[in-house]
C-alpha cells in the first residue's frame, strides 16, 4: 500500500492546528491505516529547536527573509528524512500543518525572495518528497486575524504580529498556487464551523484520492 501525503495550508488563524487532529482522527477511523501528523517548522527533535528560532522574536536582531528560508529548509530536510519519507514507506497517511508550500508563500510572496530561488532550496532539502494534495484552509484575513490574537502565545509569535500587508500577501499567495495548480491544491472555506470545515475537507480527499 502506497504512502499519502497531505498537507494543509493557509493564513494565520485558519485553524490548521484544529483540522490536523480532527481529519487525522476521521481518516484513522474510517480506513484504519497509520495516520501520522506533523507540523512545520518542527516534527523532529532539531526541528522543534529551529522552530523556536522561527517563530520567536529576538529583540535588537530581527531575522532576515534569507535566513527565515533557510531555516525552513533545515527544518524541512530533517522532517523528510526522519519522519516523513519513512512514514510513507510504511504506507502511512501523513498529514502535516504546513509544509514547503508555506515556504514559497511566506519567504516568496510576502517576503519577496525570487521565487525560483526558494523552489530551488524547497526541492533542495526535500529531494522529491511532495505533498499528493495540498489543502488550503481559506479566510478572510481580518477574520484570520482576529481568531489568531485569541491565542495564548500570539504576542510571541513573529509571524501573527506581521502587518496587514503581509498577511494580505499570503491569502493572495497560496490562492494563486491555488490556481496554477488546480490538480494538487483544493480550497477549502474555513470560515464555517469546525464540523462543517472537517466535513469539506475530508470531502476534497476523497474526490482527489478516492481513500475515504
Same mark, same amino acid.
Request: glycine letters at 8%; aromatic letters at 4%; a neutral charge.
Given at each position: 500500500?502506497?504512502?499519502?501525503?497531505? +498537507?494543509?495550508?493557509?493564513?494565520?488563524?485558519?485553524?490548521?492546528?484544529?483540522?490536523?487532529?480532527?481529519?487525522?482522527?476521521?481518516?484513522?477511523?474510517?480506513?484504519?491505516?497509520?495516520?501520522?501528523?506533523?507540523?512545520?517548522?518542527?516534527?523532529?527533535?532539531?526541528?522543534?529547536?529551529?522552530? #523556536?528560532?522561527?517563530?520567536?522574536?529576538?529583540?535588537?536582531?530581527?531575522?532576515?527573509?534569507?535566513?527565515?528560508?533557510?531555516?525552513?529548509?533545515?527544518?524541512?530536510?530533517? &522532517?523528510?528524512?526522519? &519522519?516523513?519519507?519513512?512514514?510513507?514507506?510504511?504506507?502511512?497517511?501523513?498529514?502535516?500543518?504546513?509544509?514547503?508550500?508555506?515556504?514559497?508563500?511566506?519567504?516568496?510572496?510576502?517576503?519577496?525572495?525570487?521565487?525560483?530561488?526558494?523552489?530551488?532550496?524547497?526541492?533542495?532539502?526535500?529531494?522529491?518528497?511532495?505533498?499528493?494534495?495540498?489543502?488550503?484552509?481559506? #479566510?478572510?484575513?481580518?477574520?484570520?486575524?482576529?481568531?489568531?490574537?485569541?491565542?495564548?502565545?500570539?504576542?510571541?509569535?513573529?509571524?501573527?504580529?506581521?502587518?496587514?500587508?503581509?498577511?494580505?500577501?499570503?491569502?493572495?499567495?497560496?490562492?494563486?498556487?491555488?490556481?496554477?495548480? +488546480?490538480?494538487?491544491?483544493?480550497?477549502?472555506?474555513?470560515?464555517?464551523?469546525?464540523?462543517?470545515?472537517?466535513?469539506?475537507?475530508?470531502?476534497? #480527499?476523497?474526490?482527489?484520492?478516492? #481513500?475515504?
Amino acid at each position: 500500500m502506497n504512502g499519502i501525503f497531505l +498537507t494543509l495550508e493557509g493564513g494565520e488563524g485558519c485553524g490548521k492546528s484544529t483540522q490536523l487532529e480532527r481529519v487525522a482522527e476521521a481518516l484513522r477511523a474510517r480506513t484504519g491505516r497509520e495516520v501520522v501528523t506533523a507540523r512545520s517548522p518542527g516534527g523532529t527533535e532539531v526541528a522543534e529547536k529551529i522552530r #523556536i528560532i522561527l517563530k520567536t522574536p529576538e529583540p535588537g536582531e530581527n531575522l532576515l527573509p534569507e535566513t527565515e528560508l533557510m531555516l525552513f529548509g533545515a527544518c524541512h530536510a530533517q &522532517m523528510c528524512e526522519h &519522519m516523513i519519507r519513512p512514514a510513507l514507506a510504511r504506507g502511512a497517511v501523513v498529514i502535516s500543518d504546513r509544509f514547503t508550500d508555506s515556504t514559497l508563500v511566506y519567504q516568496g510572496c510576502a517576503r519577496r525572495i525570487a521565487p525560483e530561488t526558494v523552489a530551488r532550496v524547497n526541492e533542495f532539502v526535500c529531494r522529491g518528497t511532495r505533498p499528493d494534495l495540498v489543502l488550503v484552509l481559506d #479566510i478572510p484575513v481580518e477574520l484570520g486575524l482576529r481568531r489568531a490574537t485569541g491565542r495564548n502565545d500570539a504576542r510571541n509569535d513573529r509571524f501573527d504580529s506581521e502587518s496587514m500587508a503581509f498577511h494580505t500577501a499570503v491569502r493572495n499567495g497560496f490562492l494563486e498556487l491555488a490556481r496554477r495548480d +488546480t490538480g494538487r491544491f483544493a480550497v477549502i472555506d474555513a470560515s464555517p464551523s469546525e464540523e462543517q470545515v472537517t466535513q469539506s475537507i475530508l470531502e476534497a #480527499i476523497h474526490a482527489r484520492l478516492a #481513500i475515504l
